[in-house]
C-alpha cells in the first residue's frame, strides 16, 4: 500500500515537472514580453521619416519661381493672361466734371498693358453704352489703341462731345472697354462720370448809379453798388469784378470780403479809381466768369459810368463833388453795355 501511494507521489510530480517544461511556452505566447513591445514602439516612431519626408516636400520652392518667371509666355504654369489694360489714373476730365453742353473736351485715360502680349493691329477701345448716352466720341463708338507692349504705359484719349438736350446739372457716365482685332474684351473698364450743365450766361450785370465823380475817384472814395446774375454756373468758378483801364490794363475792384468766392446772384460794392495822368469821360466795369483751374474767361459782361468834372472855382484841382461825401448819380440802374 505504501508503496502504491509512493508510486502515485512519483507519477504526480513527474507531471507537474512536464507541465512546468512545456507550460513556459503557453505562458510566454499569453503574457505580452515588456521588451518586445518597446522594440514594437520605437519601430512605429522610426516609420516616421516618411511624416517627415511629406514635410519637406510641402516648402513649394516652384510657386516663387513660377511668379518670377510668369511673364513667360513660353511657360506652361504661366498664369498672367495674354491681354490685360489696368488704369493708372485720369489725366483730364476727373470723376465729377463739370462739361458745358455742346461743348468738346479731351479725355484721357493712364493706362498700363499688364498682360503678356503687345496690343498691335486692329486693337480698340470701344464706347459700349453709346447708344442714347450724354457722351459722344464719333460716329464708329471706338479709337484704335495705339501698339503697346508688355508692361508699357500710355496715355488713351478720345474727343468727347458732352450732348445737347440732356438735363442740365446732372451726372452721366460713358463706358468703355478694351478689344482685341477678333472683338474679344479685356481689361479694366474706364469711364467718363460728368455733370452736363448748360452754356453759361450773366443774364444782369448792373451798376445803381450812372456816374461818378472824379475826386471820388481820384481819392479812393468812389463806391458803386452792382447787381448780378449768372445762370449755368459751372462749379469750380468763380465771379471776379474789374475795372478796364484806358490802356486796356485790368485792375481788380472788389473790396475785402470774407468769402473769396462770389455768388451767382446777388448784390454788393466795387471801389473804381481814375486812371492817372488822364481825365476820363467814361470807366468801364466788367463782371468776369472765371475757371479756377485754368483761370479760362468763360463769360464777361462790361458796363459803363460817366465821369463828371465840376468848375474850377470849387476845386483848386478842377475835379469837384456834386455831394459831401464825393458821390453823384440819381439811383437809377445803368444797364450792361457789352458782353461775351
Not at 463739370?98 to 498700363?112: D, E, P, S
Not at 468766392?261 to 446777388?266: A, D, E, R, T
Amino acid at each position: 500500500m505504501k508503496q502504491l501511494v509512493f508510486s502515485i507521489i512519483i507519477l504526480v510530480l513527474a507531471s507537474v515537472a512536464c507541465g512546468f517544461g512545456s507550460g513556459s511556452d503557453t505562458n510566454e505566447a499569453t503574457i505580452p514580453p515588456l521588451f518586445p513591445t518597446a522594440t514594437r514602439e520605437i519601430l512605429i516612431v522610426t516609420s516616421t521619416p516618411t511624416v517627415t519626408a511629406q514635410v519637406s516636400a510641402t516648402p513649394q520652392p516652384t510657386a516663387t519661381q513660377f511668379r518670377n518667371t510668369s511673364s513667360n509666355n513660353n511657360s506652361s504654369n504661366n498664369t498672367t493672361p495674354c491681354y490685360n489694360a489696368t488704369f493708372v489714373s485720369d489725366v483730364t476730365l476727373p470723376d465729377g466734371s463739370f462739361l458745358t453742353a455742346g461743348k468738346t473736351y479731351v479725355k484721357t485715360w493712364r493706362i498700363r498693358n499688364s498682360g503678356s502680349c503687345s496690343w498691335g493691329a486692329g486693337f480698340q477701345l470701344e464706347h459700349t453704352n453709346r447708344a442714347g448716352n450724354a457722351f459722344y466720341i464719333n460716329d464708329t463708338g471706338y479709337i484704335n489703341l495705339p501698339n503697346t507692349a508688355p508692361g508699357s504705359v500710355v496715355d488713351i484719349s478720345v474727343n468727347l462731345t458732352a450732348k445737347t438736350g440732356f438735363a442740365s446739372n446732372q451726372e452721366y457716365q460713358a463706358n468703355f472697354r478694351f478689344r482685341t482685332s477678333n472683338g474679344t474684351y479685356f481689361g479694366d473698364t474706364p469711364f467718363v462720370k460728368a455733370y452736363i450743365v448748360g452754356e453759361p450766361n450773366i443774364a444782369q450785370f448792373t451798376v445803381g448809379q450812372s456816374s461818378v465823380t472824379a475826386t471820388s475817384l481820384r481819392n479812393g472814395s468812389a463806391r458803386i453798388p452792382v447787381t448780378w446774375q449768372v445762370n449755368s454756373r459751372p462749379l469750380n468758378t468763380n465771379l471776379v469784378f474789374e475795372q478796364v483801364m484806358p490802356d486796356n490794363t485790368i485792375r481788380n475792384i472788389e473790396l475785402p470780403r470774407s468769402n473769396p468766392i462770389v455768388s451767382s446772384s446777388g448784390s454788393g460794392t466795387v471801389a473804381p479809381t481814375l486812371p492817372t495822368n488822364v481825365s476820363p469821360i467814361t470807366i468801364t466795369l466788367r463782371l468776369r466768369l472765371v475757371d479756377l483751374s485754368t483761370n479760362a474767361t468763360l463769360k464777361q459782361f462790361d458796363v459803363t459810368l460817366t465821369v463828371t468834372y465840376e468848375n474850377s472855382d470849387n476845386d483848386d484841382d478842377g475835379d469837384g463833388n456834386h455831394n459831401p461825401d464825393g458821390s453823384v448819380g440819381d439811383g437809377s440802374t445803368e444797364n450792361v453795355t457789352s458782353g461775351s
